[in-house]
């Protein structure tokens, strides 16, 4: 009877460890929406995240956003009106999320 206090305690505290299939956005945010979990399997930026990534970089706004293939590799092409009114484009790997 003596060890029950602290077998419920050993309990509680492996409930309220982080699931190994979270991302670290999703535990970030707290959330444990299907999306993140989705995109953690999946490894790759959708087209609106590179869209959205490239819009909080620069603080411009994005004009088109779209998927295009450049000697067989994939990328996500970005143009954004930036500041003076300049139009420039970015290439995003949906693999690792780099830019170009």
């Known amino acids: 009877m003596g060890n029950a206090p602290l077998r419920t305690l050993l309990i509680i505290t ?6 190994p299939g979270l991302t670290s956005q999703a535990m970030a945010t707290g959330s444990s929406d299907y999306t993140y979990l989705q995109i953690a ?4 930026l ?7 990534m490239i819009q909080k970089r620069t603080g411009g706004r994005v004009l088109s956003a779209r998927d295009v293939r450049r000697n067989g590799n994939r990328l ?7 500041s003076e009114g300049k139009v420039r484009v970015f290439r995003v790997d949906p693999a690792s999320g780099r830019t170009r």
């Open 46 to 52: 959708s087209l609106d995240e590179a869209a959205r």
């Open 14 to 19: 492996c409930l309220m460890l982080p699931l």
């Open 41 to 44: 399997q999946n490894d790759e």
């Open 76 to 82: 996500y092409e970005i143009r954004v009106l930036v």
